[in-house]
């Protein structure tokens, strides 16, 4: 996963550790989880690498290992150029790969069937994850996110924000 997120002021609420929690818990939590759910796995294993710098901690690269040997790697980068696209997923398996931009496009290779998919605008599955969650209240269905994985989740990203990282 590689997101291109963009500086944020190092005074903005957001960067504040008691009120936004800083860029990695307050957003790259996200593709955290986005990869955890993709692999289907615990993740075992973790490590962050952050770009030296004074100011906000938020150029890092996260390296993910997961119970059935798979890895992920989320480049979360708060310094490049504004006209490059913001997300950009690529999933490799099997001798296949899927590219998805910006939630908006997605370009399988080597699927018998399938070629590309493109959306009329982003959706990254907020409404459908809130769907489902209302579903499973009214239902008296236990929670579309089981909440071991939440926790999962939680901690590992609270391990990589805390990371000394540098080297």
């Known amino acids: ?13 957001t960067q504040d550790p008691a009120l936004g929690g800083g860029r990695i818990i307050g957003e ?11 692999a ?3 993740i075992v294993e973790h490590l962050a690498v952050y770009l030296q710098q004074n100011g906000p901690r938020d150029n890092a690269i996260f390296t993910l290992g ?7 790697s989320i480049h ?6 504004k006209s ?13 790969a899927l590219r998805l931009d910006n939630f908006r496009k997605l370009k399988g290779y080597g699927w018998p069937g399938f ?11 907020q409404g459908a994850c809130t769907a489902a969650f209302l579903q499973a209240v009214r239902e008296g269905k236990p929670s579309p996110i089981p909440f071991d994985e939440i926790v999962e989740v ?14």
């Not at 790259?28 to 993709?38: E, G, P, W």
């Open 66 to 72: 997961f119970l059935d040997g798979s890895i992920g």
């Open 1 to 13: 996963m590689t997101v291109n997120a963009g500086p944020i002021p190092s005074d903005h609420w």
């Open 28 to 38: 790259a939590c996200h593709f955290i989880d986005l990869l955890r759910f993709l």
């Open 115 to 125: 070629r590309k998919m493109n959306l009329w605008r982003q959706d990254k599955g």
């Open 84 to 96: 490059l696209p913001k997300e950009r997923l690529e999933v490799f398996c099997g001798g296949r």
């Open 154 to 167: 939680s901690r590992v990203t609270m391990e990589l924000a805390a990371a000394e990282g540098n080297r």
């Open 76 to 81: 979360y980068l708060a310094n490049g150029h």
């Open 40 to 42: 289907g796995e615990p």
